[in-house]
């Protein structure tokens, strides 16, 4: 023996620095691969629901709108017509008709639908909006 000790590599090491360090690499890139992966999945899932918030939240809204201020229309325009000087009784009684006969809220299922919550559903999908796009760019500053 000259003196020197030699170690063998422990079981499941690389004998020599470059092997290691190609297994370093290759864990490095797999790691990379994965978390771009990832990324990428939550990027999808914050831009679709986006999509979705930001094509849902006007119709929402506008619907609740609508249906809030109709009734309310209907209702004053049959105050006014009802007056001393009303002349034409009939169109009186055709919109109170109408009025009688838009819902206040509709059942479907297990859940009542009302002006107020279409409304309260748009605003939200609009604040879920935002949200989607913001979590969408901070994945795809991530990736």
Do not use: C, K
Not at 103 to 130: D, E, F, K, Q
């Amino acid at each position: 023996m000259d003196g020197t000790t030699r170690t063998e590599p422990l079981a499941g090491q690389p004998p020599d620095g470059r092997s290691r360090s190609r297994v370093i690499a290759r864990r490095r890139s797999a790691v990379m691969f994965l978390r771009i992966g990832i990324w990428s999945v939550l990027h999808f899932v914050f831009y679709f629901l986006q999509q979705l918030a930001e094509l849902l939240a006007p119709l929402l809204l506008v619907a609740g709108v609508g249906w809030w201020a109709l009734p309310r229309i209907v209702g004053a325009i049959t105050t006014q017509t009802a007056g001393p000087g009303a002349t034409d009784s009939q169109a009186h009684d055709i919109l109170n008709t109408i009025s009688g006969t838009i819902p206040a809220s509709v059942h479907i299922g297990t859940h009542w639908i009302t002006a107020g919550g279409l409304i309260t559903g748009g605003l939200l999908l609009m604040a879920i909006a935002a949200i989607g796009a913001t979590l969408s760019a901070l994945a795809a500053r991530e990736m």
